[in-house]
């Protein structure tokens, strides 16, 4: 059932371009319209929603820490995420006007059910968006939204990431159309560039082969850190907790605008850093500041390893390996940029001998506090 690959997780990413494109299936009526019959919350309650508070675990939790960006940017709703079991023992302010939106891929996680309790007390809807059906979350919740990854065995996630950021998006772009911060034509827009988002994917997971060689080469490394910025930031820590769990390697995330702060002190010779750096083509001068920090790390003798947009030149100089992936709006880019460090984490601890299915110490679901 591993169809033909050597892991379950192998299996997963690969799966990938499915489970967006079976999360993105069959949301739209016959006039092209976003329709989300799941979310039986009130119209007007959504309406008047005033903060969306996102609770999740793990790497749920940085698939809300992306849809952040996108949900405040589209409905101009201030958007919080929070772990779990921090959101419940900090007495959060929530109440009949909060959206509560809890991300679970086995909707059995203990901490994130006892949040969700917590919050419907308060008064809040809650909104779950899950993969598995039938399971404790959406029972207790006031809706769902399941992602269509298909099951997912390996502990450490991989396609319930990206299928969560789907599904997290089409939450947000149904609030954007139904709030009146967007006009049909621009939902429309943004919906057609997500669906051209699987075969992205899929062009990302054919072009691995170099991703991979490098994972090999590096079995041996004590450390590695991740940089990234704006989504590039909860990319960059998926990157490393990928690396941690499977690879039981020490890995850090970094907001790159961060690293003068404080973990540029990390930086010797030899260091590895995966960098996501933002689309040239954004609006702002971000790219060009992670690409000043590139030639910062670099010339601390770090080794550089770049995730760039296809024709991105300006990152060549200060990059030892670039790891080129498809064009895509910026909100977009973190379904593309994550896959080639999910195959490095994947690769790495392969090569290292290890059960990337069934890593040490960790469960599938953590069905106690
Ligand atoms: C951890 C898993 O125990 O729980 C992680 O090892 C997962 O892979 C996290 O991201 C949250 O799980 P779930 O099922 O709530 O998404």
């Not at 690959?5 to 494109?21: G, L, N, W």
């Not at 929070?82 to 991300?103: I, K, Q």
């Amino acid at each position: 059932e591993k169809g033909g690959f050597r892991s379950f997780m192998d299996k997963e990413i690969h799966d990938q371009p499915h489970a967006v494109a079976d999360t993105l299936l069959g949301r739209t009526d016959a006039q092209g319209r976003l329709v989300l019959d799941e979310v039986r919350i009130d119209e007007s309650v959504l309406r008047s929603v005033d903060k969306i508070v996102v609770i999740a675990c793990g790497t749920a939790a940085y698939a809300g820490q992306v849809a952040k960006y996108a949900i405040e940017h589209w409905c101009r709703v201030p958007v919080e995420v929070e772990l779990a079991h921090e959101f419940r023992y900090r007495d959060p302010v929530v109440n009949e006007r909060t959206l509560v939106v809890a991300v679970s891929q086995s909707g059995e996680t203990m901490d994130t059910l006892m949040a969700v309790r917590h919050a419907r007390e308060q008064g809040a809807k809650v909104l779950a968006i899950v993969n598995t059906h039938g399971s404790t979350i959406p029972r207790e919740a006031d809706a769902v939204l399941y992602t269509h990854a298909g099951p997912e065995i390996a502990v450490a996630s991989t396609k319930a990431f990206l299928a969560q950021i789907t599904a997290a998006y089409l939450l947000g772009l149904y609030l954007a159309q139904l709030r009146g911060n967007m006009f049909a034509d621009e939902v429309t827009a943004i919906l057609d560039e997500l669906r051209a988002m699987p075969d992205k994917i899929q062009q990302v997971l054919d072009r691995a082969g170099r991703v991979r060689e490098i994972a090999r080469w590096m079995a041996d490394t004590q450390s590695v850190l991740f940089l990234g910025r704006h989504v590039g930031f909860p990319v960059a820590m998926e990157g490393a907790l990928k690396l941690k769990e499977l690879a039981y390697i020490h890995a850090e995330g970094f907001a790159a605008g961060e690293l003068k702060h404080g973990p540029i002190a990390l930086i010797e010779p030899g260091q590895p850093v995966f960098v996501i750096v933002p689309s040239p083509r954004g609006r702002d001068s971000l790219h060009s500041k992670v690409v000043s920090n590139i030639q910062e790390i670099r010339a601390r003798g770090a080794r550089t390893l770049v995730i760039a947009e296809d024709g991105d030149e300006a990152v060549r100089p200060f990059a030892d390996e670039v790891f080129y992936v498809p064009k895509s709006p910026t909100l977009l880019a973190p379904l593309l940029a994550v896959v080639p460090l999910q195959v490095f984490a994947c690769e790495l601890a392969t090569a290292k001998g290890l059960d990337v299915d069934q890593p040490r110490n960790l469960a599938k679901s953590v069905t106690v506090e």
